[in-house]
T-cell receptor
Framework: GIQVEQSPPDLILQEGANSTLRCNFSDSVNNLQWFHQNPWGQLINLFYIPSGTKQNGRLSATTVATERYSLLYISSSQTTDSGVYFCAVIMDSNYQLIWGAGTKLIIKP | NAGVTQTPKFQVLKTGQSMTLQCAQDMNHNSMYWYRQDPGMGLRLIYYSASEGTTDKGEVPNGYNVSRLNKREFSLRLESAAPSQTSVYFC???????????????FGSGTRLTVV
C-alpha cells in the first residue's frame, strides 16, 4: 500500500521563525490533505491540495504530484501554531485517508 | 455553518457499559467516517459509510457497530465497553466523486472516551 512519510518528526522554533514541513508519498495520488491537530486535540483542515500551490494567511502548501511530495510552509510562526501537522493522502478507490506520522511543532515565545 | 458536530465531547464509562457516539454533518456530504486516535498515534479508521444506507468496516472495527441513520447522521455504538477502547473518537465527512469534484475531509471536534 501507499506509504506516507513526514519530516521532520519534531521541530522546535522561536516565535517569528519560518518553517517547512515535508510529506513524501510512495505512489502517485490524486488527493492530499494537510491537517493541524492543536494541543487540545482538535483536528483542523488546513489545505486540500492535490496539486499546485495554495495560500491561507501565513500558511501555504505546495504539492508536486509527479515527484510525490508536498510541502507546508508556515511563516512568522506564532505560539498558536504549536501542535501536530498531519499529511494524509486520499485513496482514489474508496476515498479513505492514509496518514503520515505527523510533525510535532513547538513554537516558543 | 456548523460542519461536523459530535456529541458528547467527553465520556467516562465502566467496563461492560454501552453507549452511542453521535455525529451529524450539515454539508450534504455523502460519505461519513469514524476514526479513533490513541495517544501518540495517528488516526485509524473504524467504520465508514460511503452513502446513505451503506456501511463498511475499516481497519479496526471489532467491538463497534455503526448506523447511518440518514444522510446527515452517522452513529457509533460500543455494546460492551473495554479499557482498550479508551481513545479519542473523530467523526468526519467528505463528498464523493459523483460529479467529479472532491473537496477533502471535514472532521468533528472529537469525543474523548475513557473506559475504567
Amino acid at each position: 500500500g501507499i506509504q506516507v512519510e513526514q519530516s521532520p518528526p519534531d521541530l522546535i522554533l522561536q516565535e517569528g521563525a519560518n518553517s517547512t514541513l515535508r510529506c513524501n508519498f510512495s505512489d502517485s495520488v490524486n488527493n492530499l490533505q494537510w491537517f493541524h491537530q492543536n494541543p487540545w486535540g482538535q483536528l483542523i483542515n488546513l489545505f486540500y491540495i492535490p496539486s499546485g500551490t495554495k495560500q491561507n494567511g501565513r500558511l501555504s502548501a505546495t504539492t508536486v504530484a509527479t515527484e510525490r511530495y508536498s510541502l507546508l510552509y508556515i511563516s512568522s510562526s506564532q505560539t498558536t501554531d504549536s501542535g501536530v501537522y498531519f499529511c494524509a493522502v486520499i485513496m482514489d478507490s474508496n476515498y479513505q485517508l492514509i496518514w503520515g506520522a505527523g510533525t510535532k511543532l513547538i513554537i516558543k515565545p | 455553518n456548523a460542519g461536523v458536530t459530535q456529541t458528547p465531547k467527553f465520556q467516562v464509562l465502566k467496563t461492560g457499559q454501552s453507549m452511542t457516539l453521535q455525529c451529524a454533518q450539515d454539508m450534504n456530504h455523502n460519505s461519513m467516517y469514524w476514526y479513533r486516535q490513541d495517544p501518540g498515534m495517528g488516526l485509524r479508521l473504524i467504520y465508514y459509510s460511503a452513502s446513505e444506507g451503506t456501511t463498511d468496516k475499516g481497519e479496526v472495527p471489532n467491538g463497534y457497530n455503526v448506523s447511518r441513520l440518514n444522510k446527515r447522521e452517522f452513529s457509533l455504538r460500543l455494546e460492551s465497553a473495554a479499557p482498550s477502547q479508551t481513545s479519542v473518537y473523530f467523526c468526519a465527512s467528505s463528498e464523493t466523486h459523483l460529479d467529479g469534484l472532491f473537496y477533502g475531509y471535514t472532521f468533528g471536534s472529537g469525543t474523548r472516551l475513557t473506559v475504567v
